[in-house]
T-cell receptor
């Protein structure tokens, strides 16, 4: 079945540091890929998405590129802020058969940014 | 602004109680989902519904049931609450063919069973 593997946290960075959170996936066909963010005490919010190979999703300074050849969708940001402290989830929706409604999540990566 | 609203942010219930968690969406979405979130385990799907009165088991349905009498409302029921059901519960909804948009989530209900 479909699966998502993302780097284990926690990740602790200083303000203005470069961020990478790795995400790889296993799925048949051409899944759609997502990054969700969960701020403390809140539900999940969609951060960015990409629906086909080589697409780049971007939002709030975050970027991720859909790489089919490496089955990856790594999240990056050039300069993190304290307000980016949150849990980040990589996820996919499959494109085949009965999996085209079900969002499969990674386990999440906790990011803490210190001033 | 589109919304998924969960009726309670925090709930404390006693062991053995019947517990109802309510979720309402205003986006006319066909699909609705209930997840629980636990540290180290990520999000696990409990039940989902792709139409009124339709439901399907997710990955961890034991100890739970659901009800969807109207398109906009999806209820999660803990028939007899137990301490191992203490968790954060997240409701989500999506369009029927959801590949392009993903889900919209509610803010979550943190349930403590004592």
């Amino acid at each position: 079945g479909d699966s998502v593997t993302q780097m284990e946290g926690p990740v602790t960075l200083s303000e203005e540091a470069f961020l990478t959170i790795n995400c790889t996936y296993t799925a048949t066909g051409y899944p759609s890929l997502f990054w969700y963010v969960q701020y403390p005490g809140e539900g999940l919010q969609l951060l960015l998405k990409a629906t086909k190979a080589d697409d780049k999703g971007s939002n709030k300074g975050f970027e991720a590129t859909y790489r089919k050849e490496t089955t990856s969708f790594h999240l990056e940001k050039g300069s993190v802020q304290v307000s980016d402290s949150a849990v980040y989830f990589c996820a996919l929706i499959g494109s085949s058969g009965g999996s085209n409604y079900k969002l499969t999540f990674g386990k999440g990566t906790l990011l803490t940014v210190n001033p | 602004d589109v919304k998924v609203t969960q009726s309670s942010r925090y709930l404390v219930k006693r062991t053995g109680e019947k517990v109802f968690l309510e979720c309402v969406q205003d986006m006319d979405h066909e699909n609705m989902f209930w997840y629980r979130q636990d540290p180290g385990l990520g999000l696990r799907l409990i039940y989902f519904s792709y139409d009124v009165k339709m439901k399907e088991k997710g990955d961890i349905p034991e100890g739970y049931s659901v009800s969807r009498e109207k398109k906009e409302r999806f209820s999660l029921i803990l028939e007899s609450a137990s301490t191992n059901q203490t968790s954060m519960y997240l409701c989500a909804s999506s369009l029927k063919f959801t590949g392009f948009d993903g889900y919209t989530f509610g803010s979550g209900t943190r349930l403590t069973v004592v």
